[in-house]
């Protein structure tokens, strides 16, 4: 059974950093694209950020460029999203996603694997 498994969410005041963490398990990711997503309370879930797996290219949001930064650990199975210079507007839950392909897209319905998401909030 495949599961993601998000971590490192908590409260933070503007200006500060969070450091998610996205934990595999039930099968190997190192070929796939990852990519996070976000979702405040009453709109939709966006992209975020998303790495290839094929050479580890990285794509981003444009409300997010030069702020967060997406990487990934083969042999941890793991996906990270670092988010420094948080702003009151980056409140959402986080979501982990895996696809079976290798190439990066910001749709959601692309994606084959979801994780439970984990709470971010930003503090002005």
């Known amino acids: 059974q495949v599961q993601l498994v998000e971590s490192g969410g908590g409260l933070v005041q503007a200006g500060g950093s969070l450091r998610l963490s996205c934990a595999a398990s039930?099968?190997?990711?190192?070929?796939?694209?990852m990519g996070w997503f976000r979702q405040a309370p009453g709109k939709e879930r966006e992209f975020v950020a998303a790495i290839s797996g094929s050479d580890g290219g990285t794509y981003y949001a444009d409300s997010v460029k030069g702020r967060f930064t997406i990487s990934r650990d083969n042999a941890k199975n793991t996906v990270y999203l670092q988010m420094n210079s948080l702003k009151p507007g980056d409140t959402a839950v986080y979501y982990c996603?895996?696809?079976?392909?290798?190439?990066?897209?910001?749709?959601?319905?692309?994606?084959?694997?979801w994780g439970q998401g984990t709470q971010v909030t930003v503090s002005s």
């Open positions: 996603a895996a696809r079976l392909g290798l190439f990066i897209t910001s749709r959601t319905h692309d994606y084959d694997y």
């Open positions: 039930g099968r190997t990711f190192s070929n796939s694209a």
